[in-house]
């Protein structure tokens, strides 16, 4: 917007905290000039030769008016000639600069006038504060401060964070919202259950999730992994079957290659792995395995029942079933092909501190040539818990 060139006012903005402001345009009187404040006139202004001087408070950023306002009724003008008076300059004077002085009022009120309206229609403000206005009603009425102030809450202000990405988890929060209860807080969001606690570490402070929650707030951003499985691993490798896990010809307590791992979110580097050994390392924590296993049978024997399980250094087995808990055979080759099928196998498990932690499966219904493992097996890794 083209600013406006104007006569007898000067409308700005405070560039400090001061009280004293340049002001050089012509009165007849020093009564004609009047100061505003963010819209609200200061009665007590000094006004010197080429100064205004306010009386009332003046902070950076505020909205400042200082304008001439000519007397401009017969009852205030300023020369009354009378009938044999002698005639003076002075008073020819003070009447010009009068009706000159109107005149520029007048025009300056104009142009502040038309300037709320561009030069494509659409209205402008002017960077002024627009006043006096009633809360809106319909969808496309314009917003009140009032009415933005309230907005989601029962009277009081918008929360404002005041904490941010704090390792607990917790967001701080300050107004009206500092001092709600938890169950003011689930009424608020229309929760049902009590699945907030009832009170958080401090004032102002949103609890977190409770123990049932799966992911707590906490652990909103979770360490996340992939583990692929060396693909086309052949069950039938090993001579162990029925009840008894597949092991190492060599005796080791793993048996099933992995490949490197990949990580989707891991900063503290909680997940590691190793080739070399077909081990993998995890951080203390609570920890969501989804193993997803596909399985090809190309024997005359069902893979009647997989199951995996992962073995630490110490050689504890925790079991992993297969998702649901139901048998999930492979059928065998019936003459038309290989049979394919993927299984899931999912379960958690909680370690107090680091572990270095192996694969291993078996099939309850024994082993047979042609039932192996195929490439796209893998195991997601996911930190639930500290």
């Known amino acids: 917007m083209t600013a406006l060139t104007l006569i007898s006012r000067a409308r700005f903005t405070a560039p400090s905290a001061s009280k004293v402001f340049a002001f050089t345009v012509p009165y007849l009187s020093s009564t004609h ?14 006004v010197g030769a080429t100064t205004v001087t306010f009386n009332d408070t003046v902070a950076t950023s505020d ?31 003070t009447l010009q600069a ?11 009120d104009a142009l502040e006038s038309a300037a709320n309206k561009e030069a494509d229609g659409n209205l402008t403000a002017g960077s002024r504060i627009i006043e006096d206005l009633v809360d809106g ?16 809450t029962t009277g009081g202000n918008l929360p404002s964070v005041t904490g941010s990405d704090n390792d607990s988890g917790v967001a701080v929060v ?11 807080m689930r009424a608020h969001f229309a929760l049902l259950s009590a699945s907030l606690l009832d009170a958080g570490a401090s004032a102002g402070e949103v609890p977190i999730l409770d123990a049932n929650a799966l992911v707590p707030i906490d652990n909103a951003r979770q360490v996340k992994g992939f583990i692929e499985l060396d693909g086309d691993f052949l069950i039938d490798q090993d001579s162990d079957s029925g009840a008894a896990w597949l092991t190492e010809s060599t005796g080791s307590n793993y048996r099933v290659d992995i490949a490197a791992h990949t990580s989707v979110y891991d900063p503290d580097g909680l997940i590691t792995s190793d080739g070399a050994t077909n081990s993998f390392t995890l951080g203390a924590g609570v920890w969501l395995f989804e ?10 024997i069902s893979i009647i029942q997989p199951e995996w399980a992962i073995t630490d250094t110490d050689g504890t087995t925790v ?11 492979i059928a065998p080759n019936s003459g038309v092909g290989y049979t394919y099928r993927t299984v899931r196998f999912v379960s958690t498990l909680d370690l107090s501190g680091s572990a270095t932690l192996f694969w291993r ?22 930190r639930i818990g500290a």
């Not at 300050?174 to 003011?184: I, L």
């Not at 079991?319 to 055979?329: K, N, S």
């Open 291 to 300: 193993v997803d296993i596909a399985f090809v049978n190309d024997s005359a």
């Open 361 to 382: 499966m078996r099939n309850e219904g024994g082993v047979a040539t042609g039932q192996a493992l195929t490439e796209g097996s893998r195991i997601t890794l996911t």
């Open 98 to 108: 009068q009706l000159l002085y109107l005149i520029q009022e007048t025009q300056d």
């Open 137 to 152: 009603v319909s969808a496309q009425d314009a917003v009140t401060k009032a009415q933005l102030d309230n907005v989601q």
């Open 319 to 329: 079991h992993f079933g297969p998702f649901g808990g139901a048998t999930q055979p």
């Open 174 to 184: 300050a107004g009206a919202w500092a001092t709600r209860t938890a169950a003011q």
């Open 33 to 46: 000039i009047e100061g505003y404040i963010n819209g609200v006139q200061d009665p007590a202004i000094t």
């Open 63 to 93: 909205h400042i008016l200082i304008k001439r306002v000519t007397p401009r009724t017969l009852a205030t003008q300023l020369v009354d000639f009378t009938n044999g008076a002698p005639a003076v300059e002075s008073d020819f004077d």
